[in-house]
């Protein structure tokens, strides 16, 4: 299936007029995007985690996560068409963020947070992808 992207909960890796393509999936992992109905429209967001029977999606332009069961989730988000070598370093900024930045705030503290996206917008203006000695 090949969805258009409307509305900005996903910037900058997915922008409005995007086209995404959607797969089956066999697994959930948290990092990775998903399509999931949600209040009567089909969202694309990434999953940060699982409480018990509870997925929790958030969208890498947003500040609150959505709640959902496993029946709710369609798809997995496999590519992006438009995609560049931009916008899949900025997934790689926001996977750290997610997995990372949210949960630990000894990042902050040691200032890790600040040089990690330094390094990598660093990569982007290059066009080299970071080694991960690099980053910390």
């Not at 959607?22 to 990775?32: A, H, R, W």
């Not at 699982?50 to 989730?73: A, L, P």
């Not at 995609?83 to 930045?101: G, R």
Request: charged share 25%; hydrophobic share 35%; with cysteine.
């Amino acid at each position: 299936m090949v969805f258009s992207i409307q509305g900005n909960s996903m910037e900058p890796l997915l922008r409005e007029g995007d086209s995404v393509r959607i797969f089956n999936m066999t697994s959930l992992k948290p990092g990775d995007c998903y399509i999931f109905k949600l209040n009567g429209k089909m969202i694309i967001h990434r999953l940060a985690g699982k409480i018990g029977e509870d997925y929790y999606f958030i969208g890498d332009n947003s500040n609150s996560f959505e709640k959902v069961t496993r029946e709710q989730i369609f798809g997995h988000l496999y590519g992006n068409p438009d995609n560049k070598v931009e916008k899949q370093l900025i997934m790689i900024i926001n996977w750290l963020y997610l997995h990372f930045m949210r949960r630990k705030p000894p990042f902050r503290a040691f200032g890790l947070r600040k040089r990690i996206i330094r390094t990598i917008f660093r990569s982007i203006h290059e066009k080299t992808i970071p080694e991960t000695s690099d980053l910390y």
